[in-house]
């Protein structure tokens, strides 16, 4: 059965530097999703993604996020310059279409900033 | 905004016994859809029942039903014959028929106990 796959599982960084997260979305859907879970918190939207650009964001994704899907099969999220609080539990997710289709996710990538 | 709240952060039930999460949510809308997912141990989200708001019938997958009460608002899940197995993080997310994102709760930690 496709899976969302997501690299890597475990990302360690200093304050102040960039991450990018990697996401393979399942091939034949077309929106694209970032969530992220904070240790013991519940899960939060940061972003939907489709047709090349942004549909919609949170108050979460302010300038310091970016998402990019550079070559058709990658869905990265780039966060420029990360701080502490940015240590969470990211989720890829994706789905064939929208109103009600299932988003299936991704195994989640594990940022830690120190 | 739309709001999910989930009143119980953890319950524990024997294997093989029923055990019902809870879940209510507020929105102004009329449309939408409602959603289980459940999170286990290795932290990759699978969707375990839909329901369509426009639907009077609960929706129903094997061991798994819901309880949706439009008008109060709630959207409860009912495991049957639970099994180990079972043992996870259980989230209720909700979608507007016109959005693109989940809006989870925060979650019912679930325990079946051999």
């Known amino acids: 059965e496709p899976e969302v796959t997501q690299t890597p599982s475990h990302q360690v960084t200093q304050m102040g530097q960039e991450v990018i997260l990697r996401c393979v979305p399942i091939s034949n859907h077309l929106y694209f999703y970032w969530y992220r879970q904070i240790l013991g918190q519940k899960v939060e939207f940061l972003v939907s993604f489709y047709n090349n650009e942004i549909s919609e964001k949170s108050e979460i994704f302010d300038d310091q996020f970016s998402v990019e899907r550079p070559d058709g099969s990658n869905f990265t999220l780039k966060i420029r310059s990360t701080k502490l609080e940015d240590s969470a539990m990211y989720f890829c997710?994706?789905?064939?279409?929208?109103?009600?289709?299932?988003?299936?996710f991704g195994p989640g990538t594990r940022l830690t900033v120190t | 905004a739309q709001t999910v709240t989930q009143s119980q952060p953890e319950m524990s039930v024997q294997e093989a016994e029923t055990v019902t999460l809870s879940c209510t949510y507020d929105?102004?809308?009329?449309?939408?859809?409602l959603f289980w997912y459940k999170q286990p141990p290795s932290r990759q989200m699978i969707l375990v029942i839909r329901?369509?708001?426009?639907?009077?019938q609960n929706a129903t997958e094997n061991r798994f039903s819901v309880n949706f009460q439009k008008a109060a608002k709630s959207f409860s899940l009912k495991i049957s014959d639970s099994q180990l197995g079972d043992t996870a993080m259980y989230f209720c997310?909700?979608?507007?028929?016109?959005?693109?994102?989940?809006?989870f709760g925060t979650g019912t930690r679930l325990a079946v106990r051999p």
């Open positions: 997310a909700f979608e507007e028929s016109s959005g693109d994102k989940l809006t």
């Open positions: 329901q369509e708001a426009y639907k009077q």
């Open positions: 997710a994706s789905r064939v279409s929208r109103e009600g289709y299932e988003q299936y």
């Open positions: 929105t102004s809308e009329n449309n939408y859809y």
